[in-house]
T-cell receptor, first 116, second 119 residues
């Protein structure tokens, strides 16, 4: 069974204080690892897709990296508007079978709060 | 990016009634839609996968007769919570994949979610 564990559960930062969020995963053949941002009472907003170990992607103050066991979401000089829950999800390769084509398994999320 | 619209965003109903939630892809054709449920401070749990024109595929432990899913067109899927009870209160989120995005679910677009409260 695919599993995704995110840490920490909650993270409080001062504006400008860089940090990283962790996403550890076990999956029967990784097809893709996804990062989403979710604001309270809203649906997830897509941030990145990573496909292979060593891959990195950047968007504004965010950078996502991937290894064979985990992914990190680095936040550089965060601002209060970066406050949100960050979700990590994995998709297993098609050969792993399963009933849900394209199914994503989500972690529980990291609640990020950036204070001004 | 593509837009997925959910309606209603909030609904309060009495125990025993049925509630329908709509999920629409506004600017693309969604061959596959996914329905998730999210408890407070918890992860999204996939409930079912619906493919246009065919029966939905439910995840283990999800009652088919309780959560009726219909995907009658390429732009609309509905989730009906039948005979709702307080334990069905939750945040329900749909997502849709464009028929042209192939296997890349990075192009999975989420709705805004629907908050169901059953009294």
């Amino acid at each position: 069974e695919d599993q995704v564990t995110q840490s920490p559960e909650a993270l409080r930062l001062q504006e400008g204080e860089s940090s990283s969020l962790n996403c550890s995963y076990t999956v029967s053949g990784l097809r893709g690892l996804f990062w989403y941002r979710q604001d309270p009472g809203k649906g997830p907003e897509f941030l990145f897709t990573l496909y292979s170990a060593g891959e990195e992607k950047e968007k504004e103050r965010l950078k996502a990296t991937l290894t064979k066991k985990e992914s990190f979401l680095h936040i550089t000089a965060p601002k209060p508007e970066d406050s949100a829950t960050y979700l990590c999800a994995v998709q297993a390769s098609l050969n792993a079978g399963g009933t849900s084509y394209g199914k994503l398994t989500f972690g529980q999320g990291t609640i990020l709060t950036v204070h001004p | 990016g593509a837009v997925v619209s959910q309606h209603p965003s909030r609904v309060i109903c009495k125990s025993g009634t049925s509630v329908k939630i709509e999920c629409r892809s506004l600017d693309f054709q969604a061959t596959t839609m996914f329905w998730y449920r999210q408890f407070p401070k918890k992860s999204l749990m996939l409930m079912a996968t619906s493919n246009e024109g065919s029966k939905a595929t439910y995840e283990q432990g999800v009652e088919k007769d309780k959560f009726l899913i219909n995907h009658a067109s390429l732009t609309l899927s509905t989730l009906t919570v039948t005979s709702a009870h307080p334990e069905d209160s939750s945040f329900y989120i749909c997502s849709a994949r464009s028929g042209t995005s192939g296997l890349n679910t990075g192009e999975l677009f989420f709705g805004e979610g629907s908050r169901l409260t059953v009294l």
